[in-house]
């Protein structure tokens, strides 16, 4: 980034923050009522149970697959530019199931998009803020308008759904465009066009290899993983969950429920910098602890007050645990920020990929919600017993 371009962001440090925070809760709020429009049209095809894991799995194999490029993608182009890509790639996935494209082919569209904006997002975040602990109030500010987003397009998705399947659809639409037009306010940044496709990706592994071998970035990224495999697990397993336990069978009433946890996790998010201070991000393991503990309950719950107040607090600990990690990953100076977020993105994906395939596979053969529930909270338990060693090591140095 040249000088004159870096003392502009510095004079506009915070003007830019709500443009983004807004275009990023216009964009994650579509990707999650799409999620819902396409589980009403699934149901109202009569596709069976377990077809919500594959379409889960067409969006995240995008992330898996894109990440050696989409780092360096967005570290070649200026933020917004990355931000804007995105966005048309998602409403060429809703384009497509307007026009009869599979739902699983369309979502999948809709997870290239997603791919190529995350990056930027997170990455844009170190050129708008002066020191860490500004970096981590943006942080959990973007984090908590994400989440925000995830509960409103949920219940959004779900209401308009019971409505019209194709209503809901179109309003994703409308949303991606509107947030593409919200990113004009948003200041460029300048990338890096020397950067080569082909000769990133095959360093795209090295990088990898370079920020697990660090004992910091090694801990963040196996904490923010941890984090998104038991989120995408549970979220699915909870739809399932509502009815047999809750009794309720509208979607609208069941994306409400589901959306919860994210109203949980704006909380958490918006507490984290009061909780657990930028220096002492290692010490959010904690809170995946009582993660753990809130999950292994849920199997034995059949009131509905008591399930409210359970994934509420299993949220609020999720944001808080999770947080502290991201801000602490966008620290590091191993790799470049664009490239840092691509392989965040690859490791969480891989992860979710894991679950949600194990979910699917679980649900196929037949066996229950409440196994795939504790399953996860289990897998949850070793990696926080892992990052427990590992805090040793960091405190040791």
């Known amino acids: 980034m040249n000088s004159a371009t870096t003392i502009t962001i510095a004079q506009s440090k915070g003007k830019p923050l709500p443009w983004l925070y807004f275009t990023q809760f216009l964009s994650a709020f579509a990707d999650n009522a799409l999620l819902f429009g396409i589980l009403a049209l699934l149901k109202a095809q009569s596709y069976p149970d377990y077809y919500i894991g594959i379409v889960q799995t067409s969006f995240l194999l995008a992330y898996v697959i894109l990440a050696p490029f989409v780092g360096t993608f967005a570290d070649k182009h200026s933020k917004p530019t990355v931000l804007m890509a995105g966005n048309l790639l998602k409403a060429a996935g809703v384009i497509g199931l307007l026009c009869g494209l599979h739902p699983a ?7 290239i998009g997603a791919a190529v904006y995350s990056p930027a997002k997170y990455s844009i975040l170190k050129f708008l803020t002066r020191d860490e602990q500004e970096l981590l109030k943006a942080n959990s500010r973007i984090e908590g308008y994400t989440i925000l987003a995830i509960l409103a397009g949920s219940v959004g998705g779900g209401v308009l759904s019971t409505l019209s399947v194709t209503g809901a659809v179109v309003a994703c639409l409308a ?14 940044t300048q990338g890096n066009p020397d950067l080569k496709y082909g000769k990133d990706a095959l360093l795209f592994f090295k990088d990898t290899a370079a920020l697990f071998r660090n004992a910091k970035t090694r801990f963040t990224l196996v904490g923010t993983g941890s984090f998104w495999m038991a989120s995408s697990v549970v979220r699915l397993a909870v739809i399932a969950w509502v009815p047999v336990h809750l009794g309720i069978e509208s979607m609208d009433r069941i994306s409400l429920i589901v959306a919860l946890t994210a109203v949980g996790i704006v909380i958490g998010s918006f ?27 849920l199997p034995l719950v059949y009131n509905l007050p008591l399930a409210v107040a359970l994934l509420l607090i299993v949220g609020a600990c999720g944001g808080i645990y999770l947080i502290p990690l991201n801000s602490a990953l966008q620290e590091n100076k191993i790799v470049s920020p664009g490239k840092t977020i691509a392989i965040q993105n690859l490791v969480e994906n891989v992860l979710m990929l894991a ?12 066996m229950s919600n409440d196994v795939s529930i504790i399953l996860t909270a289990i897998i949850l338990l070793l990696f926080v017993a892992y990052l427990i060693i590992e805090k040793k090591k960091l405190i040791a140095k």
């Open 105 to 111: 082919a369309s979502y999948a569209m809709a997870g």
């Open 355 to 366: 679950g949600v395939s194990a979910y699917t596979k679980i649900t196929e053969v037949g």
């Open 175 to 188: 949303l991606y465009l509107a947030s593409f037009a919200m990113t004009w306010f948003i200041p460029k």
């Open 271 to 297: 507490l984290t910098p009061k909780i657990v201070p930028a220096s002492q991000y290692f010490t959010s393991y904690r809170f995946g602890l009582l993660m753990v503990a809130i999950m292994l309950l």
